[in-house]
């Protein structure tokens, strides 16, 4: 899946006006604990930029991108950037049932963070509605960090995701690691999902569509710091 428009709400006419089919939607939320690294991977993805300086989300933040898939068909991309607070947890399970795709984000440098996506899945499939299908993933943020300061390995890491049946992917909002390829990955499953196609799909009695990539996405952690 290529990358139409680099900016938000950019080159939107450009990818509608090039796109061999109508185009479609695709609604992502972000979930994680404040600070874990969601708005940074967001903000790296749409306007390839990365500060240190940051803001914590309140409420929702919404970005839009609009991108094309592998047939050519344009397809917008919705990122809805959740606060990780816990006094915003009401509000970011709000947007569960609107979402076709959900990315749960944790630190490699807090188990804390970690910690917690195992709590924001059991949110997510109490809280969803009953037979919507919903392509889940779990991301790593911040793989860029010294080796030494990192808490949770990608084994560890790996067999959450196994656990919970969901793809995984190792990103760097700093270094531009991985970040692309997760969230063009993402909405390919959506699309294929939403609008056609033959990879298969398996629905446990979780009543989530929680389909697993060929192989798990990561990428080496370098010398670095991230947000």
Request: glycine fraction near 8%; charged fraction near 25%.
């Amino acid at each position: 899946m290529a990358v139409n428009a680099s900016r938000r709400r950019s080159s939107i006419g450009d990818a509608a006006n090039g796109a061999q089919r109508d185009g479609v939607l695709v609604r992502f939320l972000m979930l994680g604990e404040s600070g874990s690294g969601k708005t940074a991977l967001v903000l790296r993805y749409d306007a390839n930029v990365f500060t240190h300086n940051f803001i914590s989300t309140i409420g929702v933040d919404f970005r839009s991108k609009v991108i094309v898939d592998d047939t050519g068909r344009s397809v917008k991309l919705q990122i809805w950037d959740t606060a990780g607070q816990e006094r915003f947890s009401s509000l970011a399970s709000s947007f569960f049932s609107r979402a076709d795709g959900v990315v749960m984000v944790f630190d490699v440098t807090s188990r804390t963070s970690f910690e917690r996506i195992g709590r924001w899945f059991e949110e997510l499939k109490d809280k969803k509605e009953p037979g919507v299908d919903v392509d889940v993933c779990l991301c790593a943020a911040k793989t860029d960090l010294p080796l030494e300061t990192r808490v949770i390995s990608t084994e560890e890491a790996k067999t959450l995701a196994d656990s919970l049946n969901i793809p995984y992917f190792e990103t760097s909002a700093k270094m531009d690691s991985g970040v692309t390829n997760m969230f063009t990955t993402m909405a390919q499953r959506v699309v294929t999902r939403k609008h056609g196609g033959s990879q298969p799909r398996e629905v446990p009695p979780t009543g989530l569509l929680l389909r697993r990539s060929a192989g798990p996405e990561t990428s080496e952690p370098s010398v670095g710091s991230c947000c």
